[in-house]
Each structure stands twice: as C-alpha cells, then as structure tokens.
C-alpha cells in the first residue's frame, strides 16, 4: 500500500502554518484516499475505505466544531455556511448507507463514486467561498493558532503506518468508524479552549 504521508498530502508543519493549510492538505488527502479505496479490492478495499472514513470523520468535525462557527462571525456568511453544513450532512448520510452496506456490497463503487463527488464538490465550494474570507477577515495569528485545533483532531485517527509498525498503532485506530468523529470533537473542544486561554 502506497504511504499516504507522501508530498502533498503530509500535513505541513512550521509556525507560518494555518489552519486553512491544513484543511487545504486534508482535502488533497481525501481526494487521494478516494483513489485509493477505488483502486484496492477485498479485504485492502476495506481497510482503505475504514481510513477514509477517519479522514472523513476528522476533516468535517474540525470544520464543523471550529471553522465554520468562525465563518459565520463573518458577516453576511450564515448563507455560505448553511449550504455547506447542509452538505456535509448529505455526505455523512451517504457515507453512512456505504458503510452499512459495507465494502464488498453490491453497488458499492457506484455509491463510492457519487459520494466522491459529493465530497469534492463540497471541498471545492469550501476553497472558493468560505477559506478566502478567512484568511481575508481573521487575524493571521488567529488561523495560526487555529491549526492547532485541526492538529489535536488528528490525533483521534492516526494515519495508518508504514507496513512493519502497523500492529503497534492497530489497536488506536481500530473502534467503530464513526466513533472517531466524537473522539475528534472531544480533542477539539480541548484544543479549542486551550487556544482561546493563550
Ligand atoms: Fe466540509
Ligand atoms: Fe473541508
């Protein structure tokens, strides 16, 4: 199985870094784990399809719980934010249906396919309307510290390792799929808090 922490897709680190950046590179991320489960078959399908789940899960609950509450102190942003809550909500409804159904199922790369575009789709509208009033309207130290916040959600689903080291790091991601996603807005409000008492 390729590394996904390769180029693009590794977060990037450093003190200039801000949370839109790593949103940026978490969309790249999921778009390429969505070529990865397409492209796996039986039991490797299934493996990468439960790492896009977590993905999915870490992403949209970081956006949820921090950045578009943020967005919508904007001014004039409730319209931009209630379309792409009402999306993530419809990918979550599909992505549910896919995973009940499981990997192996019957139409399962059709639903994968319209649930990727969902999700693109979703990502794209995020970079265009909501990310650039961010960076336009928050203070820059603010996005930075923000970063933070996305980081701690990380850390409810660790990237799955290297071939070698998995059985080390097997039982943290292992759990219900979407377990992570309360797992990650735990961490998050933790995060969150701790940012706003700097
Ligand atoms: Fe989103
Ligand atoms: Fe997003």
Redesign the pocket.
């Known amino acids: 199985m390729p590394d996904p922490r390769t180029a693009d897709t590794a977060l990037p680190e450093g003190a200039d870094v801000d949370v839109v950046d790593l ?1 940026l590179t ?2 790249a991320r999921i778009e390429e784990q969505f070529l990865l489960v397409i492209g796996a078959s039986g039991k490797e399908r299934q493996q990468a399809f439960d790492d896009l789940v977590r993905l999915l899960a870490v ?2 609950t970081a ?1 949820e719980e921090v950045v578009h509450p943020l967005s919508r102190t904007l001014g004039d942003s409730d319209g931009i934010v209630d379309d792409r809550l009402e999306e993530e909500r419809q990918a979550k409804e599909m992505l549910r249906t896919l995973l009940e159904a499981g990997a192996g199922s019957d139409g399962f790369e059709a639903s994968l396919l319209l649930l990727r575009n969902a999700v693109l789709t ?2 794209r509208y ?1 970079e265009r309307y909501e990310f650039p009033q961010l960076r336009a309207k928050v203070p820059a130290d603010q996005l930075r510290r923000l970063a933070g916040v996305v980081r701690a959600a990380e850390a409810a689903a660790p990237t799955r390792p290297h071939p070698g080291i998995e059985s080390a790091t097997a039982n943290i991601v292992a759990g219900p799929e979407l377990a992570v996603a309360d797992r990650a807005r735990d961490l998050i409000r933790d995060a969150a808090r701790r940012a706003e008492a700097k």
């Open positions: 949103l978490q969309h992403h949209e956006e979703h990502a995020e």
